[in-house]
């Protein structure tokens, strides 16, 4: 598993101090206790989430898929909705914390000729495509706008919402992008808000949002 730098940089920037924690095998009672150090909870993108653990047979293009990963995140992103921690989840990270609320996932969305490019087909970097938030939703507040030119990287998607999840941001073919927890301080965008955020203040201002939730805790 890796971050890479723009995480930590657009939390850095942010004002937060960011703390990397390699993922090791966690129940619900130790996931609580190790975040218990902490005022935030940053779940990152990365590879596919098993589809055993949404009730799936697994498509041949899912890829990357870490058990180790899913088995850490799972039981940390629910410790942290217990312990009211500011949580903000992208790409899998999203993801994750739909399968968490038990939801599922379009395990393939690449070759769905209604939507438009959400990762290059060679899938070497992505691409940028609107995002439309449901106004005053925590998503749009946080970007201080309804409308968003996002980084697109994935070729899966969100399917049935988990529960207390609340859909709040769609692409502009309609895909889901972006949910929030009906009750709590915790987003989830399937876009990577940290790959623009240096150039781009909406989406600097998701960590900035991110940062202040946790300092006021």
């Known amino acids: 598993m890796a971050c890479t730098a723009a995480y930590v940089d657009a939390v850095s920037r942010a004002g937060g101090d960011p703390v990397i924690v390699p993922p090791v095998l966690l129940d619900d009672e130790s996931a609580s206790v190790r975040l218990s150090r902490f005022d935030g909870l940053l779940l990152t993108g990365g590879g596919d989430i098993d589809p055993a653990l949404y009730g799936q047979e697994t498509r041949p293009e899912v890829a990357h898929v870490n058990p180790a990963r899913d088995e850490f995140e799972i039981p940390l992103v629910r410790a942290a909705i ?9 790409c899998r990270g999203a993801q994750v914390l739909n399968v968490a609320l038990g939801g599922t996932l379009h395990q393939h969305i690449s070759d769905r000729e209604e939507l ?10 992505g ?5 439309r938030a449901q106004p005053g939703s925590r998503v749009m507040k946080a970007m201080g706008v309804e409308r968003a030119r996002t980084f697109s990287h994935h070729h899966q998607a969100l399917a049935d919402v988990g529960t207390g999840l609340v859909p709040v941001a769609w692409a502009e073919d309609g895909l889901l992008e972006g949910v929030e927890l009906d009750d709590g301080w915790v987003l989830g965008v399937q876009w990577h808000a940290e790959a623009t955020a240096a150039a781009d203040p909406t989406q600097q201002a998701i960590f ?10």
């Open 82 to 90: 217990d312990r009211a921690l500011p949580t903000l989840c992208i």
């Open 127 to 131: 691409v940028l495509h609107e995002v």
């Open 116 to 125: 438009v490019a959400h990762r290059n087909d060679d899938g070497s970097d």
């Open 208 to 217: 900035d949002a991110l940062v202040r939730e946790a300092s006021n805790r």
